[in-house]
């Protein structure tokens, strides 16, 4: 076929250059859904935190529940009371939350109110670094400073919520947020919604600078050359032919180049899951020393990790059921300094996963589990195998034709 230099910019440096946008659409795709894997992780932290606020709320108000602190009887509260259930109601009071623990001894309903300390929200906001709103009938009525979130949710994301959706992505002034209807056991008239998200929009993302300028020198010279050879063929005469080898290397080169790239993006997010997910331990683990559940494991399943007990070289409790699995990971675990944690990575069931481990107290170790960057990169690195065919096929496509040309005998012209 004729080699001239439209046809390398049509098998060669366009489908290169197509493989590299698709990857890079691909990439902030994967960047997307896993910072909103971590924005998920952080709002059923907020549900989690609030419940615990309201739990303890509830155990101071019990005993000093009376007669007379009791509201209307014929709320639905009231009626849940006397069947015997302990039941926390919340209410709005300008910018607090009123609780009030209903319950009932031989028939007589007592109550107690107090308002809910704003302090814990604050608390979130520092140990995460995400901020918290609750929104009581869809207008905000708790936050910290900068607020989270607009001072009323919009219709649609109320609607959603309505329809019985536990959790809702929305945009709020600093990014990105989860709207998350709290499922804890709370009596009001109202639906009770948390906003979490992140205070600051920067993320943790992988860096295309480097790769992409030194891909596109590549690219660039690629392209002289194919000119050049271009070029001589011109000066020549139609009946010039480059050596093989030149051509095959003009065309091969952006090839290479590319996947480069997309063995560099992989590397990239790799790393990139790797620090999300030390990330995500770190928060839920400090959360957890906050609110005085150090070493719950429904605490920590609550807020989707796995989680383990050890002592000694002993799992004393864990989420894992599998025993094999139990043994290498307390294996693997060695006793953090007192005031630090340490984090690192173990094999279970033939998944890496990543860990962080804290002293619990009486030699106790708490250590935290997620599944490593390898299992959460998977998905993205089929998407590059993809990207990477489309990039290759038609480039293979053109240096086959190129070698058939070259190996094909010149024609003999007819005898005179």
Avoid: C
Avoid at 8 to 20: D, E, H, K, N, Q
Avoid at 139 to 166: F, H, K, Q, W
Avoid at 267 to 282: C, E, H, K, P, S
Avoid at 316 to 325: D, F, G, M, Q, V
Wanted: glycine share 10%.
């Amino acid at each position: 076929m004729p080699r001239t230099l439209l046809t390398f910019l049509m098998a060669v440096l366009f489908p290169v250059m197509l493989g590299i946008v698709v990857s890079i659409l691909f990439l902030e795709q994967a960047q997307a859904g896993l910072r909103i894997h971590s924005d998920l992780r952080m709002s059923r932290a907020g549900s989690y935190f609030l419940a615990h606020e309201l739990e303890a709320a509830k155990d101071s108000l019990v005993p000093r529940a009376e007669e007379s602190s009791v509201p209307d009887p014929l709320t639905p509260a009231v009626r849940r009371a006397l069947s015997g259930d302990t039941v926390i109601a919340i209410a709005a009071v300008e910018d607090e939350l009123r609780v009030t623990v209903l319950l009932s001894t031989g028939g007589v309903v007592r109550g107690a109110a107090g308002l809910l300390p704003n302090d814990f929200v604050d608390a979130f906001q520092f140990v995460t670094n995400y901020g918290l709103s609750v929104y009581l009938g869809g207008t905000r009525v708790l936050s910290g400073e900068p607020p989270m979130g607009p001072t009323a949710l919009p219709d649609e994301v109320l609607t959603e919520l309505g329809r019985g959706v536990e959790s809702v992505a929305t945009s709020v002034q600093s990014g990105p947020a989860i709207v998350t209807s709290f499922g804890g056991a709370v009596a009001t008239g109202e639906g009770l919604v948390l906003v979490v998200g992140q205070m600051e929009s920067r993320g943790i993302q992988t860096s295309l600078a480097p790769p992409m300028a030194v891909l596109a020198m590549i690219l660039l010279l690629s392209l002289a050359a194919a000119w050049s050879v271009q070029s001589r063929a011109s000066e020549d005469g139609v009946g010039y032919e480059p050596p093989l080898m030149q051509s095959v290397l003009v065309a091969f080169i952006p090839v290479l180049a590319g996947f480069a790239l997309l063995t560099s993006l992989d590397q990239g997010f790799r790393n990139t899951v790797g620090q999300a997910v030390r990330g995500d331990l770190a928060r839920a683990s400090a959360l957890l020393r906050v609110s005085g559940e150090g070493d719950s494991m429904e605490a920590a399943r609550t807020l989707g990790f796995d989680a383990a007990l050890i002592h000694r070289g002993v799992v004393l409790a864990s989420t894992i059921e599998n025993p094999e699995s139990r043994d290498r990971l307390a294996a693997a675990i060695r006793p953090p300094p007192p005031t630090f944690s340490t984090t690192g990575s173990v094999g279970l069931a033939g998944v890496d996963h990543s860990y962080m481990a804290t002293r619990a107290g009486g030699g106790v170790v708490m250590v935290l589990l997620a599944p490593g960057p390898d299992a959460q990169a998977a998905e993205f690195r089929f998407r590059l195998i993809a990207a990477g065919l489309l990039m290759a096929i038609p480039p293979l496509l053109y240096l086959g034709l190129l070698v058939f040309a070259a190996n094909k005998p010149p024609a003999i012209p007819p005898s005179t």
